[in-house]
């Protein structure tokens, strides 16, 4: 079969921390795969001759990833399970058609009387995490600290994008030296993506773009 018709990956990225696999493809798709959706659509035999979907799986992340010659790749999760091998027909597939499946799958999952931990209303949703914040370059000086602690509720900012929105509107009118396009933020010091996921006691580091802080808006 030909790439025009089933795609190559081009990337493969591992966000082991927001327990997502990131993979672009050679027409200009790219998909982020939750690990959990990615379990559960294992094609091993002992599993999709179940009659009840896998379940139990909502914090299960990838421990690595091996390359099955030119066509595939195996992954072997971190709950023991390394039977799976996906091919760029099957990633592609389940990119294409993510919002489907996982609509399929909750259906399943309900019509067997599972009740998935983050459907859970309990103590989670409103639950607090407090971070550590530190601020470099001429943030410490417009922000007047070089470091800070904050608490919030976990559901406000479950991610890096989220956070930021939040201490922004927190800094008031000198939230928008927090822009996302003005600021790099690394996560218990690695540079992090927009939706990395955030968990109690992580570090936040925020780092100005640029040796000079934009203007005030007008």
Not at 34 to 52: F, G, I, K, N, Q
Request: aromatic residues 10%; charged residues 30%.
């Amino acid at each position: 079969m030909s790439e025009k018709e089933h795609p190559i990956p081009t990337e493969i990225n591992l966000h082991r921390k927001s327990r997502l696999l990131e993979v672009a493809f050679s027409d200009g798709s790219r998909f982020r795969f939750p690990c959990e959706y990615l379990r559960v659509h294992s094609r091993a035999a002992e599993e999709v001759t179940r009659d009840t979907p896998v379940v139990g799986k909502e914090k299960v992340n990838i421990d690595r990833i091996e390359p099955q010659g030119n066509y595939a790749i195996r992954i072997v999760f971190d709950d023991g399970h390394d039977t799976t091998a996906f091919s760029w027909e099957t990633l592609y597939d389940l990119g294409r058609n993510q919002e489907r499946y996982w609509r399929e799958y909750l259906e399943k999952v309900k019509a067997a009387g599972y009740r998935r931990e983050s459907d859970e209303p309990g103590p989670s949703a409103g639950e607090e995490m407090t971070l550590k914040v530190l601020y470099f370059n001429y943030l410490v000086n417009k922000l007047g600290r070089q470091e800070e602690t904050v608490t919030l509720p976990r559901k406000l900012a479950p991610d890096v994008e989220s956070f930021l929105k939040v201490l922004a509107r927190r800094k008031l009118d000198r939230g928008y030296l927090l822009a996302p396009e003005t600021v790099r933020v690394t996560v218990n010091r690695q540079f992090a993506e927009p939706f990395t996921r955030l968990e109690d006691g992580d570090e936040i580091g925020i780092v100005p773009n640029s040796p000079t802080p934009p203007p005030p808006p007008k």
